[in-house]
């Protein structure tokens, strides 16, 4: 495989593994929750998904945020009521994403600027002369 084809499969990985990586649900801890609430990295706004202990699924945006529960379109649902809580992270993440590919971009253009490099010189006592 030639360094140009490398260069280009490595970039498209990495873009897919950052932008994966971006759009996932992070559980929270029901217990935690309970214990201290409101929970940490929900807030008005948040997009959720949450088991509750009778086996439904539900997925919405938070309206209000209690120290008992969360508010949303399916009303209010109790902490003591929820099996499992996910929280999505996307929008915490959102100014940092294009950050993350500028840098990833720059990396792999050194990468492949010092790998195409014919020959390397250092010289550290001039005068330096050609080989």
């Given amino acids: 495989m030639n360094k140009t084809a490398f260069t280009r499969n490595y970039l498209l990985a990495l873009m897919v593994f950052n932008l994966t990586a ?4 992070q559980t929270v801890d029901v217990g935690n929750a309970m214990r201290y609430p409101p929970p ?27 120290n008992l529960g969360l508010d949303g379109k399916y009303g209010f649902i ?14 915490r993440n959102k100014g940092k994403t294009a950050e993350y590919i500028l840098g990833a971009l720059g990396f792999i253009a050194l990468i492949a600027l010092i790998g195409s490099a014919d020959t390397v010189h250092v010289c550290s006592h001039p005068p330096c002369g050609e080989r």
């Fill in 22 to 25: 971006c759009a996932s649900m």
């Fill in 40 to 66: 940490v990295g929900i807030d008005i706004g948040s997009l959720v998904e949450i088991k509750s202990l009778d086996g439904r699924r539900l997925k919405f945006r938070v309206t209000n945020v209690t």
């Fill in 78 to 91: 109790a902490y003591q009521d929820m099996a499992q809580l996910k929280v999505d992270t996307s929008l």
